[in-house]
């Protein structure tokens, strides 16, 4: 298994984002990449020297919101989501907030099914896993 590395997105790298998401959830509304770049944090795993899974995330007071996960369909089982959610995990207890959230628009019924396995529960709607 290839080590998986995250960053945060640049700019040079929404082609590649763009490709990802199409490649993995057809159906989801188009994002202008550049601007969630610019405006949220946007992270990408890198594995072999490619973007093989991005994720949003939007800071909150109290929890962490990831607006977007996707992970590559050749890559999953890999270890590439599970890089990403720690790395979540990582920003949210840093910045003190206590929770990381799944949107609506991130819930497939693969991240369902992940987000499950990962310690999330549904919170009055809202997948959460709480950190504390």
């Known amino acids: 298994m290839s080590e998986t ?4 997105a640049r700019e040079a790298d929404v082609p ?4 990802l998401v199409d490649r993995t959830t057809p159906l989801a509304p ?10 949220l944090g946007a992270f990408v795993a890198i594995q072999d020297d490619r973007i093989a899974g991005a994720m949003v995330l939007w800071p909150h007071p109290d929890h962490i919101r990831m607006e977007v996960l996707t992970v590559d369909l050749a890559v999953r089982g890999a270890g590439v989501g599970r890089a990403l959610l720690d790395h979540a995990e990582l920003l949210a207890i840093a910045s003190g907030t206590n929770s990381v959230r799944l949107t609506s628009g991130s819930v497939t019924p693969g991240v369902l099914a992940f987000a499950a396995r ?8 809202v997948l959460e896993k ?3």
Request: glycine residues 6%; without cysteine.
């Open 130 to 132: 709480r950190l504390a």
């Open 118 to 125: 990962h310690g999330f529960a549904d919170r009055d709607g």
């Open 5 to 8: 590395r995250i960053q945060q």
């Open 16 to 19: 590649a984002i763009e490709r």
């Open 30 to 39: 188009r994002l202008d990449w550049t601007t969630v770049i610019s405006a």
